[in-house]
C-alpha cells in the first residue's frame, strides 16, 4: 500500500474522477500518535506554498522550477517568526532538496510541533539559511470559540480553517462558522460561512476578533465568503 484515499473530485458525483491519497507514511505517522497518546498533534509552518514552473523560475532567477514559491505568510506564524516572505522560493528543508511544495509540506507534516527544521530560501537572487521553530497547527474543535461582545452580541461560534478547507476555498487565511446567532445572523451571517476580514483586516485567528470587540464599537463589517461569492456584511451591535 501506498497511500489512503481521502477526496475524490467527480464532475459525474459517482466514483470517476481525480483521487486524492495521503501518502501511507503519513498514515502510519497518525496511526503512530493515535496510539501512543490518544490524539494527533501537527506542526505548522505557517506559509502557503505553490510548486513553480519554468517561467515563473527564470523570473525569481531561478533555473530550473525546482522549489516551493511562498505565496503568503501567516501572521504571528512560525514562518513569520523567521522572516519568511512572500516571494521566498524554498530550495532545500534539513538538507533535502525541495522540488515541489508537497515536499515542504510532507516533511512539516511529519513533524513535532516545537520541532525545527532548517530552510535554504532563495531570495533576491541569493540563498540564505533560516531555521524554523514550527508551531502547534490548531485542532478545529479546540479552537472553537464563541464571539460574544458587550454591550451587543456578535455572536459567532467560529474556528480556524483546516488545510483541506483552505484549499476548497481558495483561501489561506479565515474562520469558519460554525453557528450564528445574535447580530451576525441578523445581519445575514450563516453557518458554513467564511469569515475572511474585519473592517478591511484579514482574519487569521479568533483572538484578532476578540481584540477588535474589546472596545465595544457599535457597528463591524465582516467580510464573508459563502460559496464562491465573497461579500461584506455590516453589523450593527448596539
Do not use: C
Not at 513553480?52 to 522549489?67: V, W
Not at 532563495?122 to 514550527?134: G, I, P, S, Y
Request: charged share 20%.
Amino acid at each position: 500500500m501506498i497511500g489512503i484515499n481521502a477526496q475524490i473530485y467527480s464532475t459525474s458525483g459517482g466514483f470517476q474522477g481525480l483521487a486524492f491519497a495521503i501518502p501511507i507514511d503519513v498514515a502510519l505517522h497518525v496511526k503512530d500518535q493515535l496510539v501512543a497518546k490518544g490524539h494527533i498533534e501537527h506542526a505548522r509552518l505557517g506559509v502557503t506554498l505553490q510548486d513553480l514552473n519554468q517561467s515563473l523560475a527564470e523570473s525569481f532567477g531561478l533555473k530550473s522550477p525546482d522549489g516551493a514559491l511562498v505565496s503568503s505568510v501567516v501572521t504571528d506564524s512560525a514562518a513569520a517568526r523567521a522572516e519568511l516572505k512572500p516571494g521566498d522560493v524554498i530550495t532545500q528543508i534539513d538538507g533535502q532538496p525541495v522540488h515541489t511544495a508537497g515536499d515542504v509540506s510532507s516533511r512539516v507534516g511529519m513533524a513535532a510541533p516545537g520541532e525545527r527544521v532548517r530552510l535554504a530560501i532563495w531570495r533576491d537572487r541569493a540563498t540564505r539559511n533560516v531555521e524554523v521553530k514550527l508551531d502547534a497547527a490548531p485542532s478545529p474543535s479546540a479552537a472553537r470559540a464563541e464571539l460574544d461582545g458587550a454591550p451587543g452580541k456578535l455572536g459567532l461560534a467560529v474556528r480556524p480553517l483546516t488545510h483541506d478547507e483552505q484549499l476548497q476555498a481558495h483561501t489561506d487565511h479565515g474562520l469558519l462558522v460554525e453557528d450564528a446567532g445574535g447580530a451576525a445572523a441578523l445581519a445575514g451571517v450563516e453557518p458554513g460561512d467564511i469569515v475572511l476580514a474585519l473592517n478591511g483586516r484579514p482574519i487569521t485567528s479568533v483572538e484578532q476578533i476578540r481584540r477588535a470587540l474589546v472596545s465595544h464599537p457599535k457597528h463591524v463589517a465582516l467580510l464573508i465568503q459563502r460559496d464562491d461569492q465573497r461579500i461584506f456584511v455590516p453589523i450593527n451591535l448596539g
